[in-house]
């Protein structure tokens, strides 16, 4: 079953999180210590999973890839830690503990996300067993995924711009949820050798994948259980934030992830190899409560 899979997932990631995030023993121990705590507090894994799994659906057949897998939970990792910043959505719980400020102070979260995120591009630097050129494409595309015209120019908008339309709403999903999804995927496809053909399904994939999962996400904060979430539910209201829940109501948004689930699902048809896992995951994702 995919639970079960996404558990053996789970563990080894973890593992390997324990080991690239390790504690040296130095005057500065305490910003990895805030960061190993954020990192290891829980969470689904899906961003490390699906690179994985596109790796094994084009051709990769070891483990070399878990370096950029682990990467892309660091950078997931820390934008969650500045999300729940004062100066940002100011919330208390993550993963159903204290958010990394609330027990560190703010100065050490801001300076535990920026760890996070500049160590992972060191983890990537030094995967191993991979041709050099795949690996500088991958660090390549999933820096730009991260940055201005990608996760971080997705909170911009979100944090900056009056969200009118669906069209913006979506555009700012695209950008915020969906581009660090299309980095794992993506990444994936590349590290394993894959083709422009294949890099352009797994885009197409993802993008709808991570739609459906914002959308999924909204729908959860105004009608999920915080027990199960691990988080506070209603935190987009209370907060004044524009979802598509708000904009589009819950019957819309409910018709549109099933939809992109959909599109998602039928991405993975451009693929020779066995994408039964991805399917399983992306149809989980659609019904998930937490």
Request: contains cysteine; negative net charge.
């Amino acid at each position: 079953m995919i639970e079960n899979l996404i558990e053996e997932y789970k563990l080894k990631i973890d593992s390997r999180l324990d080991i690239l995030n390790s504690v040296p023993g130095q005057p500065y121990d305490g910003i990895i210590d805030a960061g190993r705590y954020s990192l290891l507090a829980g969470g689904k894994r899906i961003r490390p999973i699906i690179l994985l799994e596109f790796y094994k659906l084009c051709g990769g057949s070891d483990d070399c890839a878990y370096n950029f897998a682990c990467a892309v939970e660091m950078i997931h990792t820390y934008s969650l830690i500045h999300d729940d910043l004062p100066c940002m959505d100011n919330d208390d719980l993550r993963r159903g503990k204290p958010s990394c400020h609330k027990k560190y102070g703010e100065g050490m979260a801001l300076l535990a996300g920026d760890y996070l995120l500049t160590e992972a591009f060191c983890v990537c630097a030094k995967t191993l067993g991979l041709p050099h050129d795949r690996i500088t494409k991958a660090i390549a595309y999933l820096s730009s995924s991260a940055g201005g015209a990608g996760m971080i120019g997705g909170q911009v908008v979100d944090t900056t711009v009056n969200i009118e339309n669906e069209q913006m709403l979506l555009k700012m999903y695209s950008l915020k949820t969906c581009a660090l999804i299309r980095a794992a995927a993506v990444c994936g496809v590349i590290l394993a050798g894959g083709d422009d053909g294949q890099i352009e399904c797994a885009e197409k994939y993802a993008e709808n994948l991570g739609l459906a999962f914002q959308i999924v996400d909204d729908l959860l904060d105004i009608g999920g259980n915080q027990e199960v979430l691990g988080k506070p539910v209603g935190s987009d209201e209370k907060n004044s934030k524009i979802t598509s829940v708000t904009l589009l109501g819950e019957d819309r948004c409910r018709a549109l992830a099933a939809e992109y689930t959909a599109n998602a699902l039928a991405a993975l048809n451009g693929f020779d190899g066995d994408s039964t896992v991805l399917k399983e995951l992306t149809e989980m994702l659609l019904v998930r409560t937490n």
